[in-house]
């Protein structure tokens, strides 16, 4: 299986350290649901100053942010796209991805598999995986 190295390249981290409201992160499978990593993640993040573009295409808003239907609606620069989805949607949203230029994709665990990985390891995206977005974040 091909695989994307490394699993957290160092650009994608620098990124977060610079936790800026200008930092633009998209939560794919962002939910209303508190017991879901979807709503915890986008509320995480958000609490750290990120800019938090939740997208989900049956709500309207989560955790009180606007959500979007899909990637290709979302206005303006997105810096890292988070998946929070199973292996099957995640790798038809990584065409997405990869079509809209975006340059950096944050697998979590559970939306991934090895079709996932191997996707993304021909891909023109950077890719993170084997690590938690969250903890990643904890930079003070």
Not at 32 to 38: R, S
Not at 64 to 85: D, N, Y
Request: charge should be negative; charged fraction near 20%.
């Amino acid at each position: 299986m091909a695989r994307p190295e490394p699993p957290q390249p160092q650009q994608v981290l620098e990124i977060l350290k610079e936790r800026s409201p200008l930092t633009r992160i998209a939560v794919v499978g962002a939910s209303n649901d508190p017991e879901k990593y979807g709503n915890i993640i986008v509320k995480n993040l958000a609490a750290k100053g990120y800019t938090v573009i939740p997208v989900n295409p049956r709500e309207e808003t989560i955790a009180g942010i606007e959500a979007h239907g899909s990637l290709a609606s979302i206005q303006g620069p997105v810096h890292i796209v988070t998946f929070v989805t199973p292996p099957k949607v995640t790798r038809k949203v990584l065409e997405q991805v990869a079509q809209l230029h975006l340059p950096n994709v944050w697998l979590q665990d559970g939306s991934y598999d090895r079709e996932v990985l191997d996707f993304a390891a021909s891909a023109p995206f950077l890719t993170v995986y084997e690590a938690c977005i969250m903890v990643m974040s904890n930079y003070d």
